[in-house]
C-alpha cells in the first residue's frame, strides 16, 4: 500500500524507517520529511497544517494510510478534515479525531477527564482571568514548588516550575496576560509530585489496545538535569523500575481507564496514546497526555519493535488491535540528541553535517536537518538522534556515545549523561 507520513522531526524518521522494513508498503511518503527520511521513502514539501494540500497529496499519490506524527495537525483537526471530506473519509488516519486531541490541546480538557474516570494524577485548579482571585487562594494553599502550566499548546515551554510564591503569583499573572499567546489564556495550577518520570505508549483502536516498549526521556540541556527545558535530549528502554508490577499497576489504574472512559465519554480514538507518568514511592500518577508519540522516546521504542508495524497499523484502522500481539526485543536501546550551538534559546543552523568515520552499529535519525547542493545542512535545534542498540545498557549507551563523536558539525552539543540515574 502507499502510506503517507505526516511530521519533519526524529520521531518520523524512526516511523520512516520501521515503515520502509513493511511487506505490506508500496511506496512510503514524508511530508515535509528531512534529509533521513528521504534516504527511507520520497518527501513531499507541504506544510502539514494545509489540510487541502495533505489531500492533494493524498489524492495525487494514491494514498491508502495516513499516520500523522506531530501533535498540531490532530489538534487542528485534520482527522476530521478527512471524514468530512467525500474523497477521503474511507482513507484511514492513524492519529485521533480533534475532539480525542483535547488530551494533549488542553490541560484543562485532560485533567476534567482524568478526576473524571478516577485516573491517579496531581490536584489542580484552572485559572481564568475571571476568576484570578480564587486562582491566587488556591496557589496559597499549595506548598513549593509550585507547577503552572498553560492549558494549550505552547511548543513545549508553557510549563513553569516555581519555588517562590511571590514569583507563581506574578508569573500566573503574566501568564494570563498572553505570556503564550492564546495557550495561556487559561492556565491550570498543578500539585507539585516528587519522584522519578517515564513515558508509556499504546496503540489503540479505541476500544483495545496494544502497550509499547516504556523508555525515559532527559528534558535539561544540562548534565545532572539542569539548565533549561528542551524538547529532550536523550531517551532509554527499557526503564528499569518499570518493573512487571509496576506496569501492571500502570494498566490496571491509568491505561484501562483511560480507554473506558473515551469510550463512555463518546469519545472515538484510532492512534497512540502516550501517558507521561511519574513514580511517586511506587504509585504511577499521570503527569500528561500527549495524542502521539515522544520525540526523542520514539527514536528508542520503535527500534526494540519486532513486529511489521504497518500490519499494526491496518488493525487500528480495522478495530481489530484485539487481533494483535507485539514482538519486543529484549536488548536495550539508548538515544542521544545532538543539538546545535544556543538551543533550546536562539540556535544556529546552515551547517554542514559530515562523519568522521562510518557507523556500523547505531541507528542515525535525522530531527533538524534539510539536503542543500547535495550536503546534509543543519535546519533545527535539535539535529540529530544517535540510536543504539545493546544486551546492556551500558553497551548500548558506549555505541551511541562512540558514535555521537563520529558526527560532526560546528556548535554540536549533547549531555554525556544519559540513562546515568538508571545505571
Known sequence: MNILLIGNGGREHAMAWKISQSKKLTKLYIAPGNAGTSFVGENININPLDFVAVKNTVLEKNIQLVIVGPEEPLVKGIHDFFLNDHELKNIPIIGP??????????????????????????????????????????????????VLKADGLAAGKGVLIINSLLEAKTSLKEMLDGQFGEASKKVVIEEFLKGIELSVFVLTD????ITLPEAKDYKR?????????????????????????FMSKIDINIIQPTINGLKKDNIPYKGFIFFGLINVEGEPFVIEYNVRMGDPETEAVIPR??????????????????EKSIEISTEYCTTVMLVSKGYPETYEKGHEIRLNEKINDSLVFHAGTTLANGKIITSGGRVIAVSSLGKSKSEALAKSYANANNILFEGKNFRKDIGFDLL
Open 97 to 146: 479525531r480533534k475532539i480525542a486531541a483535547q488530551l494533549e490541546g488542553s490541560k484543562d480538557f485532560a485533567k476534567e477527564f482524568m478526576q473524571r474516570h478516577n485516573i491517579p494524577t496531581a490536584k489542580y485548579f484552572t485559572v481564568y482571568k475571571n476568576n484570578f482571585n480564587e486562582g491566587i487562594s488556591f496557589l496559597e494553599t499549595m506548598n513549593p514548588p509550585y
Open 206 to 209: 479505541g476500544n483495545s489496545y
Open 221 to 245: 540541556i544540562g548534565e545532572n538535569d539542569s539548565g533549561l527545558n528542551t524538547g529532550g535530549m536523550g531517551a532509554v528502554s527499557p526503564v528499569s523500575f518499570a518493573t512487571k508490577e
Open 305 to 322: 519493535i519486532k513486529s511489521d508495524i504497518v500490519e499494526l497499523f491496518e488493525a487500528v484502522a480495522n478495530n481489530k488491535i484485539h
